[in-house]
Every structure is written in C-alpha cells, then in structure tokens.
C-alpha cells in the first residue's frame, strides 16, 4: 500500500457543526502533516505529527484541532470555522530520518465548504 | 531562510512542444529539491526528486529535471507535451527535517491542442 487515503472528498458545514477530517497511510511512515490550500496558491503547512506527537504548530487557531490516535492515522477536528477557512485540506506522510527517499506522500484532500 | 520562485504564473504550450518549467530556489545548505503535480481538485503527486549525484533527474510521465547549483536552478522539462499534463506544477525544497519543506508559488499549465 502506498497511498494516503483523505476522506470525506468533499465536506460542506456550518460555522456551528463540528466535523472531522480522516488521514489514513499503512507505509509505516512516522511523520504525517496537514496543509491547508487556497485555490491557485500552494500548500501552506498547518501541523506536524513525528512519532504520534504533535511537533509543529504553524500557529493555527484554536477551531482546528489535530489528533494523532496511531502511526497510521490522523485525524483533524474542526469546530466553529469560518468561511475564509474553506480549502483544500491535504493530509501527507513521510519517514522521518531516510534521506535515500525523502519525500513526501499527499492524500487527494478533503475540499472544505464552510457556509 | 529557504525559498523558492517559480517565475512562470502561467504558461501555455501546443500539445506535441516541449516544456521547461522554471524554478530557482535559496536554501543555505545542500538542497533536496522536488517537483509536484496537482490536477485540478487533486492531491499532489511527486514527479522527481533530487537529492545528489548526476544533475539530471529522470521522472514519472517521461518529465525530467536538471540540477545547476550555480545557477540555484531545478528546471523541469519534458520534450512533447500531452493534452493531460495540463496542470499546477509545484517546485519544492527542503532540507534533512520536514519543518523546512517549502513549496514555490506553481505554475497553470495549458496545453492546446
């Protein structure tokens, strides 16, 4: 298996519901990431999880909440987003520490309607 | 700090041509340099990578990258292009730790036919 599986593909809610985002990889990566991405811009980097434990934060509010429950899983938590937060939210993995195959392993994202 | 510039917002080419695809970056040691793509409404899906050794990369889709330190190039070339390469073509870099992994600004791909 070498792929990262997002789901849902597509999430419309409201600034009042309380929704999940789902990351799922089986290539024994330990370092898993959340990009959020505007339309026609690149991928912005919002959390970093090595070894099950939140390492980066790139100052995030609050209504995102990141969950990292086993090395095969990720998960992020949204609560009371606002419309600007509508994206393209994309989930990627990577082993940590093998410079013979750095790189990364992106999801097809979850596109997030915030109404 | 690293950085990357692609300095072709949009580039459009007739299907059969070949392509380059600019991207110069500043990173202050060794870079480890990617080129990504993404289809509309898609993930990014890595087309070469360069760590060290030979200069020329070989890539997925018969894409091909070359690598001038003197220059703080990493162009991406292909030599005819297809109708389904249409696409946002992002170049990266980074480091040994992913927290350094920074992605240019892409270029919009268009192919006529």
């Known amino acids: 298996d070498t792929e990262v599986t997002q789901t849902p593909k597509h999430l419309v809610m409201g600034m009042t519901n309380k929704k999940s985002l789902k990351c799922e990889q089986h290539?024994?990566?330990?370092?898993m990431y959340w990009y959020k991405q505007k339309a026609k811009k690149p991928p912005e980097l919002m959390f970093v999880y090595s070894y099950e434990k939140l390492s980066i934060n790139e100052s995030v509010p609050s209504r995102f909440s990141p969950e990292c429950p086993n090395s095969s899983l990720l998960n992020l938590h949204l609560h009371a987003l606002q419309p600007e937060d509508s994206a393209l939210y994309l989930c990627?993995?990577?082993?940590?520490?093998?410079?013979?195959?750095?790189?990364?392993?992106f999801g097809s994202g979850t596109r997030l309607t915030v109404v | 700090a690293q950085s990357v510039t692609q300095p072709d917002i949009h580039i459009t080419v007739s299907e059969g041509a070949s392509l380059e695809l600019r991207c110069n970056y500043s990173?202050?040691?060794?870079?480890?340099l990617f080129w990504y793509v993404q289809s509309p409404g898609q993930g990014l899906q890595l087309l070469l990578k360069y760590f060290s050794g030979d200069t020329l990369v070989q890539g997925i889709k018969g894409f091909e990258a070359e690598f001038k330190r003197s220059q703080s190039s990493f162009n991406l070339r292909k030599p005819s292009v297809h109708w389904s390469d249409a696409a946002e073509y992002f170049c990266a870099v980074g480091g040994n730790y992913g927290q350094n992994f920074v992605f240019g600004p892409g270029t919009r791909l268009s192919v006529l036919p």
């Open positions: 990627a993995s990577r082993k940590p520490g093998d410079g013979l195959n750095y790189g990364y392993t």
């Open positions: 990173y202050g040691a060794t870079p480890y």
């Open positions: 290539m024994g990566h330990r370092a």
